[in-house]
């Protein structure tokens, strides 16, 4: 485990191997959830950690998300910091409670006198050609809840450095894995000092639009800007990393020299991060901005079957769409 | 539903666990070959102790039910009638034990050596949480119905983790390794959280007793709706033991809490005692009782009202007027405490909520507070302009 080398990972080694440090450095951390010990979880991003550490440490739960939530919340106040796997976006919901009324609340309860250093990393998103359940994108569901941090990473670096940044909060992390990018390959700094994950991060300069987006999306977004070039048009990607809080400052920055916006996720529109996004740079932007923020995000309709997750999704078409529609302005 | 009784479902009766019970409703105190040698060491001080506890949280509780009735108070829930089954189950715990309370047990908390004063800043609406849960191993209330349960098994494994891991044990914890209680009634049974609960404390050997309080209602819904078996027995179902207590019995509960625990603290896993007792006052200030029960159940209950029960067994024990009169003015003098202490209380200033949000500096709520600072001074320079 040598950690003054760049490594070649995908994310999912990136979040292995996270996990992986983060175990070997404090022994309060443990691992929690369906599968995650001897099969190394359904997607293998757990995976030899049982046999590293014990399955004290890296446990194979009964099936019940509430009830692995729900003790998860115990082991820290015991003094633990537990991270749990929910194996699915869709499979969330049976802990909602625990999470949204438990989870988020008991340091504000508490007067501050209890800190709940919980994760829980749910892999998420759609594009995987799936069944029901397993493709959906509950961000906003978690960021309208004060309490809770939100992020997730789009690239391996990040995935290493925001999961062990996630792991190192004394507040409760929903860390979301963007499943379709599991392995997407990248560079993996270990040694690297946690970078400030409440910070957005431009990933493409550009001056005729600003595009942000995040998760599996950000790839995309970064391809439209590349196609969007070959047009001519000089698109600037912004990728949010943190959902809650949301990093506005830094898209503001960006739209302040762009003039214009465009904001996508795969979750429906309505209701969505992207609104959250446009209400903020409308308010600070609003003499500056040449277009009003266009949002590309899912339909109103619960996530569809695989054959058409296609037309459901963001993809380079929608946003060159939405550039193209900006710039008309 | 309600109405069908309950032998009429079928296997109901079968294997039904005995109802454990030693102080009699006339006083008298029985035996129990399984559980005496639980007792043996209780004096006749250790039970008026019991009693003084009993009555100072029967006042208390009188006390703050004419407080919220004034106004002064948002919401109250009487614990009235479940006294014993509360102080019983106190009096086996150890000071390391950490009690994961519902939101009834004023009598469990104050034998925790909790401030009910404290508690009551909650009820006002001044406090969320309302005392330290980390200063007496006693949590907050939870008023998501069996949402501390599985929390409660969490901290159990943790405990047990504690050992097994070889991490450094609160040095206050002693030598006798500690156990996880938690509390939740007949209603909470149900909950989905509450099963899973009892699944993980199994499989994990977790050091837990469920202690549930069944007052034969969740607010106007009888037992009948929630279990067709007592709910002791469903721990057979998840491969530990359950136990049936007369939760009106000071001590019996003590007993098979001092036998379940010390069953707990040998490893050998989870109980759970089911303490049958009554809610003797509404479910809340805010509930008419009339609505769904009837007079003669309340009357039949009422003769067995707990605080009853223990004084007729200590005048039966000959104990004198002299300590009863003591007791009633004691308990007198807590309840204008309490009634002082709530109308000093002093309200929180909105501001203090921006800090507790988070543990960690959060942008969100840094600018939020920055925005509501700005607007509040905006009311500062206003008055300044304008001095009316
Ligand atoms: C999840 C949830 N559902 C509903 C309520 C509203 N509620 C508060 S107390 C109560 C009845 C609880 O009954 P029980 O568990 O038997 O406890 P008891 O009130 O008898 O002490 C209900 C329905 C709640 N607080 N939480
Ligand atoms: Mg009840």
Known sequence: MSTHEIENLPIAKALNAAMDDALAADPTVLMMGEDIGTLGGVFRVTQGLKETYGADRVMDTPLGEAGIVGTAIGLAMRGYRPVCEIQFDGFVYPSFNQITSQLAKIHFRSDGRISLPVVIRIPYGGNIGSIEHHSESPEALFAHTAGLRVMTPSNAQDAYSMLREAIASSDPVIFLEPKRRYWLKGEVDRSASTTDTQRAQVVREGQDLTLAAYGALVPVALAAAEAAQEDGRSVEVVDLRSISPLDVATVEASVSRTGRLVVTHEAPTFGGMGGELAAEIGTRCFYRLEAPVIRVGGYHMPYPVAAVEEDYLPNIDRLLEAIDRSLSH | ?388
């Not at chain 2, 209330?141 to 047990?160: K, S």
């Not at chain 2, 204008?336 to 929180?348: F, I, S, T, Y």
């Open chain 2, 1 to 388: 539903m309600a109405e069908q009784p309950e032998t009429q479902h079928p296997g109901a009766g079968a294997g039904r666990l005995r109802r454990v019970s030693i102080l009699g409703e006339d006083g008298r105190r029985g035996s129990d070959p399984d559980f005496d040698a639980y007792l043996e060491d209780v004096t006749l001080e250790d039970l008026k102790a019991s009693y003084r506890s009993m009555l100072t949280v029967r006042r208390f509780d009188d006390e703050v039910t004419a407080l919220q009735r004034q106004g002064k108070l948002a919401l109250w829930a009487p614990a009235r009638g479940q006294e014993a089954a509360q102080v019983g189950a106190a009096l086996a715990m150890l000071p390391q034990d950490q009690v994961f309370p519902s939101y009834r047990e004023h009598a469990l908390a104050y034998e925790r050596g909790v401030d009910l004063k404290e508690m009551l800043s909650v009820f006002r609406g001044y406090s969320g949480g309302g005392w330290d849960p980390t200063a007496h191993n006693f949590h907050l209330y939870t008023f998501v119905l069996a949402a501390q349960i599985p929390q409660a098994v969490g901290y159990a494994m943790g405990q047990r983790l504690d050992a097994r891991l070889g991490l450094g044990q609160d040095p206050a914890e002693g030598s006798e390794p500690p156990a996880t209680i938690v509390c939740f009634g007949d209603g909470s049974s149900t909950q989905g959280e509450a099963h899973e609960s009892m699944v993980f404390a199994a499989s994990y050997d977790a050091p837990v007793l469920f202690f549930v309080q069944n007052n034969q209602w969740a607010i106007s819904v009888p037992f009948s709706t929630q279990s067709r078996l007592p709910l002791a027995e469903r721990a057979a179902g998840y491969g530990f033991e359950g136990i049936r207590v007369d939760g009106n019995d000071l001590l019996a509960v003590r007993a098979v809490t001092a036998y379940a625990l010390e069953k707990i603290r040998r490893g050998e896993g989870p109980v759970l005692i089911e303490a049958e007792t009554y809610r003797l006052g509404a479910h809340t200030t805010a509930d008419d009782p009339t609505k769904y029960r009837t007079r003669e159940e309340e009357d039949g209950w009422a003769a067995k009202d707990p605080l009853v029960r223990l004084e007729r067994h200590l005048r039966a024990e000959e104990v004198e007027d002299a300590f009863f009169e003591a007791a009633s003015e004691a308990a007198q003098e807590y309840g204008r405490e309490v009634r002082d202490a709530v109308l000093a209380m002093e309200p929180p200033e909105f501001a203090e909520y921006f800090d507790t949000v988070y543990a960690e500096a959060n942008t969100l709520v840094e600018q939020d507070r920055a925005w509501f600072q700005q607007y509040e001074a905006g009311f500062d320079d206003a008055a300044q302009e304008d001095p009316r």
